[in-house]
């Protein structure tokens, strides 16, 4: 399996901010580490172009995010202070997810340690969101006649609200989101399919509302599965509000899979968010992700 990862400077935050930048490199160490994919299968994310970006967003907006003329309460709305490295990152985010898409479109599974920028709306960042990767993707994707149908599988614990905004009525694409009912974002946009789960909900009220979710996108025939395979479900992340256990977690991943198997559909994986104490229970739920990604599709 070819994985991407964005190859950018270390974003500069203040001291104790509190989103872990850490955990890209400890996903990437931990991938190679445990033979989940070899080094040469892991590939700098291009960075994408800004007419590509334009499909989902304002041209005001990318033009203050590459410029840094983003106002202080847009940085506010972002959580992340505006930094020529985060302009960069931001970019390449698009760039890996874009390409991680094509290379699953040729065979069959692919990903990105990064990715899942599912806050992002076409005039605003949000939720540490500057650019929204998948919606890029899925409309250029559309837009070339590369495919005809896709969907948007989010697992994230928080509401996909950008994917929903920048996307929703866009014929061709089916966009799920599964989501904590109580968690950020607080003003929801609507999703084709939105699950929203109490507070505390276990691996089994999880997979009992997943599983009907998942036959919904199945019948829509997706040909591609963007799966924004977020790890903040997990009982010990600090801002998720759920209870699942890293088995639950792998279930959850298997049941994707096995629906795009049972489709013939590609796969590519965004990781969304994940903010574990310790941050090593993250790592270990992105991991496992593409683990079965590896064991249920054969790549
Ligand atoms: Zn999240």
Same mark, same amino acid.
């Given at each position: 399996?070819?994985?991407?990862?964005?190859?950018?400077?270390?974003?500069?935050?203040?001291?104790?901010?509190?989103?872990?930048?850490?955990?890209?490199?400890?996903?990437?160490?931990? #991938?190679?580490? /445990? =033979?989940?994919?070899?080094?040469?299968?892991? !590939?700098?994310?291009? &960075?994408?172009?800004? $007419?590509?970006? @334009?499909?989902?967003?304002?041209?005001?907006?990318?033009?203050?995010?590459?410029?840094?003329?983003?106002?202080?309460?847009?940085?506010?709305?972002?959580?992340?202070?505006?930094?020529?490295?985060?302009?960069?990152?931001?970019?390449?985010?698009?760039?890996?997810?874009?390409?991680?898409?094509?290379?699953?479109?040729?065979?069959?599974?692919?990903?990105?340690?990064?990715?899942?920028?599912?806050?992002?709306?076409?005039?605003?960042?949000?939720?540490?969101?500057?650019?929204?990767?998948?919606?890029?993707?899925?409309?250029? #994707?559309?837009? /070339? =006649?590369?495919?005809?149908?896709?969907?948007? !599988?989010?697992?994230? &614990?928080?509401?996909? $609200?950008?994917? @929903?905004?920048?996307?929703?009525?866009?014929?061709?694409?089916?966009?799920?989101?599964?989501?904590?009912?109580?968690?950020?974002?607080?003003?929801?946009?609507?999703?084709?399919?939105?699950?929203?789960?109490?507070?505390?909900?276990?691996?089994?009220?999880?997979?009992?509302?997943?599983?009907?979710?998942?036959?919904?996108?199945?019948?829509?025939?997706?040909?591609?599965?963007?799966?924004?395979?977020?790890?903040?479900?997990?009982?010990?992340?600090?801002?998720?509000?759920?209870?699942?256990?890293?088995?639950?977690?792998?279930?959850?991943?298997?049941?994707?899979?096995?629906?795009?198997?049972?489709?013939?559909?590609? &796969?590519?994986?965004?990781?969304?968010?994940?903010?574990?104490?310790?941050?090593?229970?993250?790592?270990?739920?992105?991991?496992?992700?593409?683990?079965?990604?590896?064991?249920?599709?054969?790549?």
């Amino acid at each position: 399996m070819r994985l991407f990862f964005p190859d950018t400077p270390m974003l500069p935050l203040p001291p104790g901010h509190r989103f872990p930048r850490g955990k890209y490199q400890m996903l990437r160490e931990k #991938l190679i580490g /445990e =033979g989940i994919v070899d080094e040469r299968g892991l !590939v700098a994310s291009p &960075v994408a172009a800004l $007419d590509d970006i @334009a499909r989902a967003h304002s041209r005001d907006y990318i033009d203050n995010v590459m410029s840094g003329d983003l106002t202080r309460e847009a940085q506010r709305l972002i959580g992340l202070p505006w930094s020529a490295e985060l302009a960069l990152r931001s970019r390449v985010v698009v760039g890996g997810a874009m390409e991680a898409a094509r290379e699953a479109l040729s065979n069959g599974a692919s990903g990105q340690l990064a990715g899942g920028t599912h806050h992002a709306h076409r005039e605003f960042g949000s939720g540490f969101c500057v650019f929204n990767d998948l919606a890029v993707t899925a409309l250029a #994707l559309l837009a /070339e =006649g590369a495919i005809s149908r896709l969907a948007i !599988v989010d697992l994230d &614990v928080h509401q996909g $609200d950008g994917n @929903a905004a920048i996307l929703g009525g866009t014929p061709g694409v089916i966009v799920l989101s599964v989501h904590g009912e109580r968690n950020f974002p607080f003003n929801k946009m609507a999703s084709d399919i939105d699950v929203a789960l109490p507070d505390g909900a276990d691996d089994e009220a999880y997979l009992a509302a997943l599983a009907p979710a998942l036959e919904r996108v199945a019948a829509f025939r997706p040909e591609l599965v963007l799966y924004l395979s977020g790890a903040d479900p997990l009982a010990s992340d600090k801002l998720g509000r759920l209870e699942l256990t890293f088995a639950g977690m792998i279930a959850r991943d298997r049941m994707v899979f096995e629906m795009a198997r049972r489709l013939g559909a590609a &796969v590519s994986i965004a990781i969304g968010g994940g903010y574990a104490d310790p941050i090593s229970d993250t790592v270990e739920a992105y991991a496992n992700s593409f683990r079965a990604a590896r064991e249920v599709l054969r790549v």
